[in-house]
């Protein structure tokens, strides 16, 4: 099943993509905006699947609708850094023993039709094609053999990076946070149509037509049970909880030149499986400063 929130006549809504079409779930969902209402409930996941499979079910056509993050609110955004060898390499880095992790803000998160933000203070903004897991059963002191059962699904994300600001101290937390930076969608697949593990799926960007990132999640250094195994020893992971699992070679900082992200440009992120997740990248609005 692939999971999706959608805005149609004036109305959010989620919905199953299947072909060319939505089908409406809102009669089994409500008023819920986002994907975890489905992913916490057993139940729904149930309905849904039956509403999908009945023929009567309200249907619109996908290139009608605005696809929205489909889980705009995670209980945690949790992110790996340098998870292929060659990226942190790229880098100057030495392929790590351990994963480097940082948390994503939920300002940060934008969905899949939504602007990228170029910040005004910087013109350093990367793009970083990334698989993100989708965390469906609360677990703690998970194994790496047990780890697939509490997968719920994957989606794609562009883990957009200021980079200058990522690198003013030690911690990342800075450059990997500024509002509308981080896309996510275009909407969730459920592990059952998916590789165990998400393994040997092609990932790559394109930045405006052109290729700049192309690898595949079997060259992860920690893979999707390992990463799940490593988190879990940490905290307790919860339904609803999204897990980006690092970038390939090739970002833009890394070049000669560098190449940044521009307002006017385009960037899509593609992952077997999955689909393609575009935005455009438009400059930070003059009058965005908000005041009490």
Known sequence: MRY??????????????????????????????????????????????????????????????????PLPDPGKFICLGLNYADHAKEGGHSVPDYPSLFLRATTSLIGPQDPIVAPRCSERLDYEAELVIVIGKRCR????????DVIFGY????????????????QWTA?????????????????????????????????NGNVMQSSNTDRMIFSVP?????????????????????????????????????PGDEISVEIDGIGVLTNRVVAEAEDSTIAA
Not at 43 to 53: E, T
Not at 141 to 148: D, G, K, N, R, S
Not at 155 to 170: E, K, P
Request: charged share 20%; net charge negative; glycine share 10%.
């Open 4 to 69: 999706v929130a959608f805005e149609e006549g004036g109305r959010t809504r989620l919905g199953a993509v299947v072909g060319d079409e939505i089908i409406d779930l809102s009669p089994l969902t409500g008023a819920a905006v986002s994907v975890r209402a489905i992913v916490e409930s057993a139940d729904l996941q149930s309905k849904a699947a039956q509403h999908a499979s009945n023929t009567t079910a309200s249907r619109l056509p996908l290139k009608s609708c605005r696809l929205l993050s």
């Open 141 to 148: 002191h998970v194994t790496e053999e047990a780890a697939l």
């Open 155 to 170: 989606t794609a994300f562009n883990d957009g990076s200021v980079r200058d600001y990522q690198r003013r101290t030690t």
């Open 175 to 207: 450059g990997k946070n500024f509002d509308g930076t981080g896309a996510l969608g275009p909407w969730i697949v459920t592990a059952d149509e998916m590789p165990p593990g998400a393994a040997g799926l092609n990932i790559r960007s394109r930045l």
């Open 226 to 262: 390992r990463t799940i195994a490593i988190l879990s020893e940490i905290m307790t992971l919860e339904p609803g909880d999204l897990i980006a699992t690092g970038t390939p070679e090739g970002v833009g900082h890394a070049r000669t030149p560098p190449v940044w992200m521009r």
